[in-house]
């Protein structure tokens, strides 16, 4: 009776499990994921429940539908909102401390670190 | 000189931080992207309780500008803002523009019927997505666009009697 609970409870688990894939992972989820709801900072549009985020989606939807590439779709929004509205920020001449600072302070960190086990070494 | 570096460099960074601090308080507060394509695509929008369909640049005339007001009856704001849209439907060189979003059709019938008509021309989004190939946010905006379709002037939230002077100066 244990055993048959327990493989009830699985059946259960699994099969919730499927609808969830089934349910959520579209095109248009995956696009919405990447992009930032614009009035209501700090959800994405694929979070938000705003005015605006439902209508990013439905465009999103129509774009793909008449054959737009997931490229294309995140060209469109920048050009209309700028870049803020990916999360992923684009490598130019603005975004370019963002990208080179924590290489640069793994680097130097790094390096300082490794100065001082030398010299500790050295010490001993 | 081994503990001046670590120190010039704590300098560096604070003087970073402060005048980055500094310099953040005098910033807009609300978020204007800014390098984005202000031209607008010739799309067509479907004309409010109507069948027909217009497209931008075919809706300006020979008007020297188009005021597009993104309006809708369960806007709170739009009520507010409505006097003031008003007062640019005596502009001479603008093309008064109301486009409802999101909306019932009786609602917003009924809403123009309370308030005053003082569009040119309503257009219908719908599903708002026509909203977002003007950039817009939400509801109310007021966007002013010129003959090539680019946008000259973006007014988030309800205008005033300041904002109708300045589309007054632009018109003329």
């Known amino acids: ?124 | 000189m081994r503990l001046r570096l670590p120190f010039i460099l704590l300098f560096i960074l604070v003087l970073f931080i402060a005048v980055i601090f500094y310099q953040s308080l005098f910033e807009e507060k609300n978020y204007i992207p800014k390098n984005i394509n202000n031209k607008i695509e010739n799309i067509s929008i479907k004309e409010f309780n109507t069948n027909n369909n217009f497209f931008l640049k075919n809706l300006i005339e020979d008007k020297k500008l188009i005021a597009i007001n993104i309006w809708a009856s369960w806007c709170m704001p739009c009520r507010q803002e409505h006097e003031h849209i008003k007062k640019l439907s005596d502009i001479d060189n603008l093309k008064l523009v109301g486009l409802n979003y999101k909306d019932k059709i009786q609602n917003a019938e009924n809403f123009l019927k309370e308030f005053g008509n003082p569009y040119d021309t309503i257009l219908s989004d719908a599903d708002g997505t026509k909203s977002i190939f003007l950039g817009a946010y939400g509801v109310p905006e007021t966007l002013i666009i010129d003959r090539e379709l680019k946008i000259l002037k973006k007014y988030i939230g309800p205008i005033n009697s300041q904002i109708v002077g300045e589309i007054k100066n632009l018109a003329n």
Not at chain 1, 94 to 122: C, D, E, M, Q, S
Request: net charge positive; proline share 2%.
């Open chain 1, 1 to 124: 009776m244990k055993s048959f609970k327990i493989i009830l409870f699985l059946l259960f688990f699994i099969f919730f499990n499927f609808i969830n894939v089934f349910g959520e992972n579209t095109k248009v989820d995956e696009i919405s994921k990447n992009l930032r709801c614009l009035i209501c900072q700090g959800q994405s549009v694929y979070d938000s429940q705003s005015e605006f985020a439902l209508s990013v989606k439905t465009l999103i939807l129509n774009k793909l539908e008449s054959g737009s590439s997931e490229k294309d779709i995140y060209d469109f929004l920048k050009s209309k909102y700028g870049n803020w509205i990916v999360y992923e920020p684009e490598f130019n001449n603005y975004t370019l401390i963002l990208w080179i600072l924590p290489l640069f302070l793994f680097i130097f960190g790094g390096f300082l670190i490794a100065r001082k086990v030398i010299i500790n070494r050295k010490e001993k």
